[in-house]
C-alpha cells in the first residue's frame, strides 16, 4: 500500500518519436482508497442498528404482545440513539476537517471547564465508583475554542471511564511543562497495547469492537480530538501499558496561555 504508484502515457513527439510521460498517482490512489473506505465503514456503522430497528418493526406490525413490545422498545430507542450518536460525530468530524466552522478564540478558564466535563462523566450510565480527581496546577487561561475544546476533553474523559472497570482512579491534570500547557487525562485501566497507539486517532478504529459498540461507541472520539487539537495547534500524546492504563496528554503551545481575568 506504501508503494509508489505510476501512470504511464506515450505521447508521439515530433514525427516519429515517442515520450513516455510518468505520472505520480500514489496521492490521489490513496484519497480514492481513504474515501471508498470511509463510506464502506459509514455504512456498515449504520446498517447494523437499522438492521435491529427493522427486524423489531416487522415483528411489531403483526404483534400485540405486551411483553414483546416491553423488551423491543429499549432496544429499539438504544439503537436509534446510537444512529442519532454516530450522525452527530459525522457532521462535526466534518465540519472540523473542512474548517467551515471557524474558531471562535475566547480566553477560556480551563479549570472551570475540566470540573463541568468531571462532573458530567460522573453522570454516565458507565460510571461506576470510577474515582475521578481533579488537578489544576495552574491558574492560567487558555486561548481556545471552549465548544469545541469541551468537546475533545469530555471524548478522553468519557473514554477513561467507558473502557476502564468500576472503581479505577482517573486523574485529569491541567498544568505548564516547559514549553507546553497540559492538560492531561490518566488512567489506571487495563491500558492499549502498543500497535493499537498510532492508529487510534483513525476514524472507525477501535481496540476492541465488541466492547467499543456496547458502550455505545461511534469509534469516532478520538478522530474528533485529533482535529480540534489540530485546530489549536495543539498535538495530543498517547501514552499506554497494558496492566498499568493510559495517559492522554492535550499539548498546547505555551503562547496561547493567558492570565486569569474577571468577568
Ligand atoms: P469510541 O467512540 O469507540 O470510544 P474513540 O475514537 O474515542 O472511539 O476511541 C477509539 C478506541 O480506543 C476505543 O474504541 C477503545 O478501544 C480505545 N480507547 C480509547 N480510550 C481508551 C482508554 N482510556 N482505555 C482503553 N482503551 C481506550
Redesign the pocket.
Known sequence: NDRIQLEFKVVRYASKDRLLIARDITQTQKLQRMRRDFVANVSHELRTPLTVLRGYLETLTTESDQELWQQALPIMQQQSQRMHLMIKDLLALSQLETGEKPLQHRPTDICKLLHSVVEDAKRLEHFHQHQISLHCLSEKWLMADADELRSAIS?LVF??V???PAETLIDVRWHIEGIFAVIEVK?T????AQH?LDR??ERF?????G??RE?G???????IVKHVLQRHKAELVIQ?AIGEG?S?KCCFPVKSVMDKIDI
Request: hydrophobic share 30%; glycine share 16%; proline share 0%.
Open positions: 471524548n473514554n477513561a467507558k473502557y476502564t488512567d485501566g487495563e491500558g492499549i493499537h487510534l486517532t478504529y477501535r481496540v476492541d469492537s466492547r467499543a458502550t461507541g461511534t469509534g469516532l472520539g478520538l478522530a499506554s493510559s492522554f
